[in-house]
Each structure stands twice: as C-alpha cells, then as structure tokens.
C-alpha cells in the first residue's frame, strides 16, 4: 500500500476529519480522547495542571475529549486521593475552568461518571471510614470486600450519577459518559462473576443490566431528551483481559437494550484492540464496535491501540501501522464505528490529531 502523496504521507483518513453530528454531539472531526485516569488532582479538585492538559489536548485538534473517569459522590465511588470528584463546589469550579478553556480551543468535552465498586478494594485512602460497596461484596476472585450493595444504597447511587450528570449540563459540559466497563460498579452487575445477586439486579443477562439501565434512566430523566448520554462498556476487566459478559451477538443485544431503552444516545465498545473480530463464533469478520452498532442500531465509538506502535518509535511510517490505519478507514467504510477514540497516542503527544490530518508523522512523539 502506497503512503506517499504530493503533500507528503497521507493516511487517506480524511472523512474521519469531517465535522459530524453524532448522537447530539457536534464534533469538528471523529476523533475523541479517550478516558484516562491522570490521579493529578489532589483533594478531587481540578487545578491548573490539569486545566491546561485538557487545553492542550483540545488545541491539538481532538474533536471530543472524553475525561479521566471521575468520581460520583458515592458511596464509596475510589480509593484515590487524587481523582478528580464529579460533585461538590470546589471541584466544580474546577471543572468549569476546564470546559471553558476546552470549548476556547475547539473541543466539544464530555467527563467520566466513575464507581470502582469492589475494585475500591479493603483498604481505601480516600474516605476509609466507608466500607467498599459492589453488588455482591465480591472481587472478580470470589473473594470477599466489603459489603452488598442494599436497595437503600442503589437508590443514593442513582442520586450520585443524577448529580453529577446535572452539573455537567450546569458547568456546560457536551454531555457524559458513564463508565460501566473495566471491571468496575457498573459492569460488576454485567458480569456473573461478581453478580451473585438473587432479586430483580441478578440473575439472566437482562437482569444484569436492570440497575446500570436504572442508572441511565434516572440521568435521563433528570438531563432531558438533548443532552448526549455515552455508555462505555467491556467484555475484559482490569484484572481478567479475558473475561467476557457476552459470548455472542445475541447476548451483547440482551445486555444493551435495557441500555438502549433506559436513554443512551451513543456506545463506547473499549477493546485493547480495534481490529480483532469480537465472536469468533461467526463467520463475520466484525469487531465489538460493529457488533454493538448493529445489535443497537446507535452510533458507537471504537478504541484500542490505534497510533500505538513500535513503527512510531522509529521515524515516520511503516507499513504495519499504514496497514492498521488502512484497517480503520476500511472498518469506518464498513459502518463498524463513527467515532474513534485514542489514549495513549494522545498521552504521548497532545497534537496527535492534528499531526495526523496533516501528514505530520515524523513529528508525532511516540508513546512509550
Ligand atoms: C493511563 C491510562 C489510564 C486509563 N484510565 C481509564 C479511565 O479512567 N477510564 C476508562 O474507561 N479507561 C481508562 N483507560 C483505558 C483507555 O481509555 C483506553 O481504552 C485504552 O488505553 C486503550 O486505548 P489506547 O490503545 O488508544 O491507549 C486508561 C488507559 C490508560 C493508558
């Protein structure tokens, strides 16, 4: 494959550098930054540090830019001292900051609601008194943490996610994501492993998805029909890549329509990987982003080590990664995805998108 033009090399990306309209989000291009948890805001506030790394991705051409994963009041949302809180005055005044200087270069921004559940773990820096909470008071080892969650303690979660969906709308934030990937709160009531629960929550698949689906109602309700809800969900865990909540297509559609239902406008698929096929059980060579596409039917981001390669430890391209691009466009032609999200690539150099768009590869500054 040829990656040389006139203008130097091109990755013939470009409808991906299209403004687009995507599940109520008006977006420059159909990048997004991926959520990653930074940890650099003592206290849960966000401070100058910060405001200016948001900057600085949004000045480097990002058209959505998906924070680090936040807390919800609680109870009991992290361990961390230093992750930003998604509730509170002092916080929020932070968040402002952030947002207005995001939207002053460009960026639409939309923050991470965040509950770790059982990953919280026993011993908790940040508000030790409160014991850890998850749907079974389970790790994904079948070992004990903390305590079940009771119905007293899902309606206060609900309470904590409306809360801080509301003052994302108040501070002008382009909508949220809800976490529900990764191991944590959320797809711990997915996943069998640490839903052991026996009323309405546990139980067949659909029931799994009853109370994150209660979640988004309840955002719902609370934002109006407008403001854009993205859910970001998984099949691997922060401590099992191998774990899986569906293990075909009909399975994933059991899980999501709940979702689909209770008022999501778009799905964040997160794979490590975007090109490998999700069931191997079908002859369609077809990754979660494009499954999740056509068991929805609503838009869907995809990730997954895109920019990330030891070609850009060397200087310019080679033809693995022209490959990996050529398999994203091919996979975008497909209609498996609308947006693509990136991390570590965007961690390593905050003008990645734009270095890109303009055929700048040389200069990208690689991930290491
Ligand atoms: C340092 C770091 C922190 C991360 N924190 C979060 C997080 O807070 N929330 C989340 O959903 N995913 C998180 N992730 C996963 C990323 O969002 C993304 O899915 C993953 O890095 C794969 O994309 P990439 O290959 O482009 O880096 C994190 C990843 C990294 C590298």
């Known amino acids: 494959m040829s990656q040389e033009s006139a203008g130097g090399p091109s990755l013939a990306l470009d409808e991906l550098f299209e403004e687009v309209q995507v599940g109520g989000l008006r977006l420059r291009n159909r990048f997004a930054m991926a959520p990653m948890t930074r940890s650099k805001s003592p206290g849960g506030v966000p401070n100058a540090e910060n405001i200016g790394y948001y900057r600085d991705h949004a000045a480097g051409g990002v058209g959505l830019i998906i924070t680090e994963g936040t807390y919800v009041r609680g109870p009991a949302a992290g361990p961390d001292l230093a992750v930003p809180h998604f509730y509170g005055e002092e916080s929020a005044a932070g968040w402002r900051e952030v947002v207005d200087?995001?939207?002053?270069?460009?960026?639409?921004?939309?923050?991470?609601?965040?509950?770790?559940?059982?990953?919280?773990?026993?011993?908790?820096?940040?508000?030790?008194?409160?014991?850890?909470?998850?749907?079974s008071g389970v790790k994904a080892s079948g070992k004990p943490v903390g305590r079940a969650l009771t119905n007293d303690d899902l309606d206060t979660l609900i309470e904590s996610y409306v809360e801080s969906a509301l003052l994302a709308q108040q501070l002008g934030f382009d909508g949220i994501e809800v976490h529900g990937a990764h191991g944590y709160l959320l797809d711990q009531f997915f996943w069998g492993t640490t839903n052991l629960r026996t009323d309405e929550y546990g139980g067949p698949l659909r029931q799994r998805a009853a109370f994150p689906a209660r979640v988004v109602a309840a955002v719902r309700e609370a934002v109006g029909p407008a403001f854009p809800i993205i859910y970001r969900f998984s099949q691997w865990k922060g401590d099992d890549y191998t774990a899986r909540i569906a293990e075909t297509p009909g399975e994933l559609e059991e899980l999501l329509t709940p979702l689909v239902d209770a008022g999501v406008d778009v799905f964040h698929a997160s794979v490590r990987r975007h090109w490998v096929p999700e069931f191997t059980?079908?002859?369609?060579?077809?990754?979660?982003?494009?499954?999740?596409?056509?068991?929805?039917?609503?838009?869907?981001?995809?990730?997954?080590?895109?920019?990330?390669?030891?070609?850009?430890?060397?200087?310019?391209?080679?033809?693995?990664?022209?490959?990996?691009?050529?398999?994203?466009?091919?996979q975008f032609a497909r209609g498996e995805f609308d947006l693509v999200a990136v991390g570590r690539a965007l961690l390593a150099d905050p003008e990645w998108v734009n270095k890109v768009r303009d055929g700048r590869l040389a200069d990208i500054i690689p991930f290491r």
């Open 101 to 135: 200087a995001v939207h002053a270069q460009g960026s639409a921004i939309v923050p991470q609601l965040w509950h770790m559940g059982a990953s919280r773990g026993g011993s908790p820096k940040f508000e030790p008194e409160v014991p850890t909470v998850s749907p």
């Open 281 to 330: 059980t079908h002859a369609e060579d077809v990754s979660l982003a494009g499954w999740t596409k056509k068991v929805t039917g609503l838009p869907v981001i995809t990730v997954g080590s895109v920019g990330v390669d030891k070609v850009f430890l060397g200087d310019g391209i080679d033809e693995t990664q022209a490959q990996r691009f050529s398999v994203l466009r091919d």
